[in-house]
């Protein structure tokens, strides 16, 4: 086998890795967005949507022969380890005829996504990875092994062909609730030739990434509610189900209701049969403020009847999420129909805004920030991160004993022989032989 990391060996975000097997046939594991431009700055709105001949001309997808809509299709299958924009965000630019394989999860969380949020658009052949069995794509092997990240259902991808096995970690941790997955792992994957391993914190400040661990987010939460006698707004993905559940717990605790509004809600459901912990709004103690953009995305897919069995659920309504502050905690993102929602609480109260996202993404100019910079609110940062730390990373190394470890989604590629042995940092668009690794 072939392996070329076309972009992610020396950055996070936008990970592309191709194999080809001795046969000719290649497959490629997660095509995803870069998180931002060269310089540093957000991409324009709309970007992911461009024409694919301007984005590959333009560097932002990666120029691979055969791979998109303007050729003969050269590719056997896309592989998606989870569903961030990072990993899949440029996925529906490949060739219709090229099957985009991921679990059950991830293409439930792309196809919210597509409903929910402008500009997300999905592959036009997606198809179900299982957990219990590897498929059978052309002359490989590909398995999706369960590990735990903030994506729901994230996989790392076990590749077989002429007798060498690759596992790809996609992202991963060992700190979330799911800790018996990274524990797992080794187990699971057997045997290995190469493992393309995620290094994301790797040369980073530890409080960059929060508190150690997911029950220290749901403990802290818990204290801050049970003092804390006003609203609180915790600011976190939607697609972070951990939270939402630590968020949830924590109301129980804490003797409050969960506000969620209508995405959140539609997501949790969609992943009710993966994760039987993902609070659903028809629970004791859910209820789901509405938003009126998301009921018309409801609306629109022909789902009012759900829209309506939330509302009967559980509705709240802005004035009484001001009259019963104590009673609520409300999980939100950090969009403008928040926003909206804090400039009518703080007529009368002012609200305590809880940052359960990465550090970094405070400091970007976004609607939440802004407007806690101009109402002199110090939002409260508890977040854990979903990468697992450097120490475990060299464990699992440790445990797996790969003959090659190659650095993906890492800053600190270099810095990676510090911790593990066994290293060897390629270059993006480097094509190197699985066997002189």
């Not at 899949?88 to 999860?105: C, E, F, K, Q, T």
């Not at 941790?173 to 290995?192: K, N, T, V």
């Not at 040369?203 to 003092?227: C, I, T, Y």
């Not at 650095?407 to 590629?413: K, L, R, W």
């Amino acid at each position: 086998m072939i392996l070329t990391i076309h972009r992610g060996a020396h950055q996070i975000g936008g990970s592309c890795i191709e194999l080809r097997a001795n046969s000719g046939e290649r497959i490629l594991l997660d095509l995803g967005m870069p998180l931002t431009q060269p310089n540093g700055s957000d991409w324009p709105r709309g970007t992911m949507t461009r024409p694919s001949q301007e984005l590959r001309a333009g560097g932002v997808l990666p120029d691979v022969d055969g791979l998109y809509d303007d050729s003969k299709p050269e590719f056997s299958a896309v592989v998606l380890s989870h569903a961030h924009l990072d990993h899949h965000g440029l996925a529906h630019h490949i060739h219709p005829d090229v099957p985009v394989y991921g679990s059950r999860g991830t293409i439930e969380m792309l196809k919210a996504s597509s409903l929910f949020i402008p500009g997300i658009a999905i592959p036009a052949d997606m198809r179900e990875l299982p957990f219990d069995a590897a498929v059978a794509i052309g002359s490989f092997a590909v398995r999706g092994i369960p590990v735990d990240h903030a994506a729901p259902d994230s996989r790392a991808l076990l590749i077989e062909a002429d007798g060498q096995r690759i596992l790809y970690s996609g992202d991963l941790r060992a700190h979330g609730h799911q800790r018996h997955l990274f524990d797992s792992l080794p187990e699971m994957a057997g045997p290995i030739d190469v493992l393309i391993l995620e290094g994301t914190t790797v040369g980073q400040a530890q409080e960059a990434h929060g508190f150690p661990n997911e029950s220290d987010v749901e403990r802290r939460l818990s204290d801050l509610l049970k003092s804390n006698k006003g609203l609180v707004v915790v600011i976190a993905s939607g697609q972070n189900i951990d939270r939402a559940i630590s968020v949830y717990h924590a109301a129980l605790k804490s003797g409050r209701e969960l506000v969620i509004d209508p995405y959140q809600a539609y997501i949790l459901m969609k992943l009710k049969d993966i994760c039987h912990e993902a609070p659903q709004f028809d629970w004791p103690s859910v209820r789901v403020k509405f938003i009126k953009s998301h009921v018309r995305k409801l609306k629109d897919a022909g789902l009012w009847g759900l829209a309506c069995q939330m509302s009967r659920a559980g509705k709240v309504m802005s004035e009484q999420l001001a009259s019963g502050a104590s009673e609520f905690v409300y999980l939100a993102r950090s969009s403008r129909a928040t926003v909206a929602l804090l400039r009518f609480l703080t007529k009368t109260a002012r609200p305590t805004v809880v940052w359960s996202l990465w550090r970094g993404y405070l400091k970007k100019d976004s609607p939440v920030s802004r407007f806690c910079y101009e109402h002199g609110i110090e939002p409260v940062l508890i977040h854990s991160g979903g990468h697992a730390h450097p120490e475990d990373l060299a464990g699992l190394v440790n445990r797996l004993r790969p003959k090659a470890v190659v650095p993906i989604h890492t800053e600190a590629a270099s810095q990676f022989a510090d911790i593990m042995s066994n290293v060897r940092v390629l270059r993006d668009g480097e094509a190197v032989e699985i066997t002189s690794l």
